[in-house]
């Protein structure tokens, strides 16, 4: 099973425990709950004295999701595993939406205000709110878990492709390169850029070859880019002809390819900009960072015959990965869902105020979004509801749980079990509220 965090009374990390251990120091009191999500108890005495065993921070980032994992270097085991999901793509909904009702209004025939331009200046390192979203949503986790275990090192899925290994052969040494691993850099990146598919026929779903455009006999070099993916019969086809002579009936698909080949080493480069923003984030840590590729991580998977999943590839990153025990993980599923919204107001449909929004969000000591815990003995409603609150000045609550929404729920039975931070938990399927 998952272990469960431990800190002493004066809130220093320890050795996170079995389960079957933090619940017989909650039942002996010599404990309480500290905080459900990830489940952490605290200590009611010191243990200063105690000896704490490092352990490594695995990260592996991704546009949707990112792997967490809490990995003994020693020992190999997976102490703790998340995926984290992000919300850059509802971000960006909402700011098109939000440019949207803007551009309208100003084409109305009402009153005018002009469209503002060059009067925000970005500062260095800017990015947009989407991409920057998903690297406050890691630094948050990364600060909860530096609080609760005692993290010393960390390792970042860095880029998805090590780009100047495959268009330097010496980078690194020929050893490196002429490895097992440059087989997966390679194939993993021409799948992806090539689309799965043969580059001279189009055919899908056969085994590739990993084929010379301009052929090594003729002066073609080794580069990522003098590279694609040809199929068995293609490839006999083709043989060591140049592709101008090969392709000179298809003078369109020539370019395609040739343009193709090209076109990725400045995407790759775009796309992995976060990635490199979120290295910088993680060295203001104070904390040694180690860095791998997709390909790596891929190998380091491969290697140990484990199924592909988020939470597996965060723990496969980085040269140092051990022989992992993943033995009993049960990841924690996270989903950021953000603090709700700034607006004052409502719009309707034209995009003009409509409705209010109160900003007084405490009633009774809760707060929306706080998941709690309702015992109901008497009236209409009795039961148990588990999920997050409404919350009404009147101090009747709504309770979003798993069956469904449940209305009318008096403060006085509610009792928080976890306050509002901006995300969803689960260890299923099933959001948390």
Not at 35 to 54: G, Y
Not at 58 to 84: M, R, S, Y
Not at 170 to 187: H, N, V, W
Not at 224 to 232: A, G, Q, R, W
Request: proline letters at 4%.
């Amino acid at each position: 099973m998952s272990k469960v965090f431990v800190i002493d009374t004066d809130k220093r990390p320890l050795d996170p425990i079995h389960s079957a251990q933090a619940r017989q120091l909650l039942r002996n009191k010599k404990a309480a709950v500290f905080r459900r999500f990830p489940f952490t108890i605290i200590l009611k005495e010191s243990h200063s004295d105690s000896a704490v065993s490092p352990l490594r921070l695995k990260l592996d980032p991704g546009a949707k999701h990112t792997g967490i994992a809490l990995i003994n270097d020693v020992t190999g085991e997976v102490v703790f595993a998340a995926e984290l999901k992000h919300r850059g793509f509802a971000i960006r909904e909402s700011l098109t939406s939000r440019r949207q009702l803007r551009r309208s209004r100003r084409g109305r025939k009402t009153r005018y205000r002009q469209p503002r331009f060059l009067n925000r200046t970005r500062p260095e390192g800017w990015l947009a709110p989407s991409l920057q979203s998903r690297i406050e949503n890691i630094k948050t986790w990364v600060k909860k878990l530096c609080n609760l275990a005692r993290i010393e090192a960390i390792s970042q899925e860095l880029v998805r492709f090590d780009m100047q290994l495959m268009a330097n052969h010496d980078i690194q040494g020929k050893e490196y390169q002429q490895g097992t691993l440059a087989g997966y850099e390679t194939r993993e990146y021409l799948l992806e850029n090539w689309d799965r598919q043969c580059g001279y026929c189009g055919v899908k779903d056969v085994p590739f070859q990993v084929e010379h455009i301009h052929p090594r006999a003729k002066g073609g070099s080794n580069s990522i880019t003098n590279l694609t993916l040809s199929c068995e019969k293609c490839n006999t086809k083709k043989g060591t002809k140049d592709i101008k002579d090969f392709l000179k009936k298809d003078p369109l698909k020539l370019e395609k390819i040739l343009k193709q080949a090209k076109r990725p080493l400045a995407d790759a480069a775009a796309v992995n900009t976060t990635r490199f923003a979120l290295l910088e984030v993680l060295k203001a840590t104070g904390l040694p960072v180690e860095t791998g590729s997709g390909g790596l991580t891929k190998f380091n998977r491969s290697k140990q015959k484990l199924k592909k999943t988020h939470w597996i590839d965060a723990a496969c990153v980085g040269q140092s990965t051990p022989i992992l025990n993943i033995k009993g993980v049960k990841p924690l599923l996270i989903t950021a869902n953000g603090h709700g919204t700034r607006q004052s107001c409502r719009t309707d449909k034209f995009g003009f105020p409509n409705r209010h929004c109160s900003r007084i969000k405490f009633h009774f000591g809760f707060q929306t979004g706080d998941i709690v815990k309702s015992v109901v003995k008497t009236g209409k409603k009795v039961g148990e509801y588990v999920g997050r609150i409404a919350t009404r000045a009147t101090g009747s609550f709504n309770i979003s749980t798993r069956n469904g929404l449940v209305q009318g729920i008096s403060y006085k039975t509610c009792r928080t079990i976890h306050k509002k931070d901006g995300y969803g938990y689960s260890s299923q399927k099933i959001q948390c509220g």
